[in-house]
């Protein structure tokens, strides 16, 4: 009987201790948004090549390309590309900074976090602004 | 002559492949790329935002400029060989079957290579074929 407990118990210890199983961290959540945003932007090249593709097919294409991109669903779509952009842009400038050996200690690690994030939303607030009253 | 303390041979060493083969190319091209997609972040943008919401010709009249044309291009073959090195690495952490790895780094490439092309062509046809002309 005890031995049979102390099988479950052991079949439900964590094998292999992986993200459920840590306190969130400010660096560790920038770290996977990091990935995240790299893998959206990756998918979001197919909307790159469609929109340049269909500006080279002639003025019909384009048409239904540009319906495309100014419908709500569109504008979500660019929203969020923009802040996904910008959002691996900064965590690439702070990778940047850990190549050159700055940046390691605990407070800055954590700065740098915080304003990869900050700077993430406010220069996609920033770019949206400008379009949108430029236009 | 010279005593050795690694099981490395001297050809390995002057090579400096490492068991990748490969050496640090991966890495750093993948560091080169991200300060080109940086320096060209800016004129993408600005060349994107200026385009949206226009009529095909005036779109076609901005992008065939050739400084749009030659930024654009320059950002595609940038971000395409970026995604190409950063998607191979996610691969390699999470893709554990040996021919379903290899399988996923080559449809990587393809897909990146698929990307560039049409970006490429798209982009170098607009600027050829109309500009002016319309």
């Given at each position: 009987m005890a031995s049979a407990e102390s099988a479950r118990a052991e079949a439900k210890r964590p094998l292999s201790p992986h993200l459920q199983i840590y306190r969130w961290t400010w660096t560790m959540a920038m770290s996977i948004f990091h990935r995240a945003t790299a893998i959206v932007l990756y998918v979001g090249t197919v909307f790159l090549a469609f929109w340049l593709v269909s500006l080279a097919s002639g003025a019909e294409a384009y048409a239904s390309a540009a319906w495309f991109f100014g419908s709500p669903v569109g504008y979500l779509l660019l929203f969020a590309y923009t802040w996904a952009l910008m959002h691996h842009m900064l965590g690439g400038v702070r990778h940047f900074v850990w190549d050159f050996?700055?940046?390691?200690?605990p407070s800055q690690r954590f700065l740098l976090a915080k304003l990869t994030l900050a700077g993430s939303i406010g220069l996609t607030l920033v770019i949206w602004i400008v379009a949108l009253i430029a236009r | 002559m010279a005593t050795r303390?690694?099981?490395?041979t001297p050809l390995a060493r002057a090579k400096?492949?490492?068991?990748?083969?490969?050496?640090t190319d991966h890495f750093w091209h993948h560091r080169i790329t991200a300060v080109s997609n940086l320096l060209l972040m800016l004129p993408f943008v600005v060349i994107v935002a200026l385009v949206a919401g226009r009529p095909h010709a005036e779109a076609v009249a901005i992008v065939s400029h050739p400084l749009a044309a030659i930024v654009l291009s320059l950002f595609v073959v940038s971000i395409t060989i970026h995604m190409r090195l950063g998607m191979q690495i996610v691969i390699e952490d999470y893709v554990h079957g040996k021919g379903a790895k290899i399988a996923a780094v080559i449809a990587n490439t393809f897909f990146a290579i698929a990307i560039g092309a049409a970006s490429l062509f798209a982009i170098l046809k607009v600027g050829f074929g109309f500009g002016p002309l319309l």
């Open positions: 050996g700055r940046g390691f200690e | 303390n690694s099981i490395r400096g492949l490492g068991a990748s083969g490969g050496g």
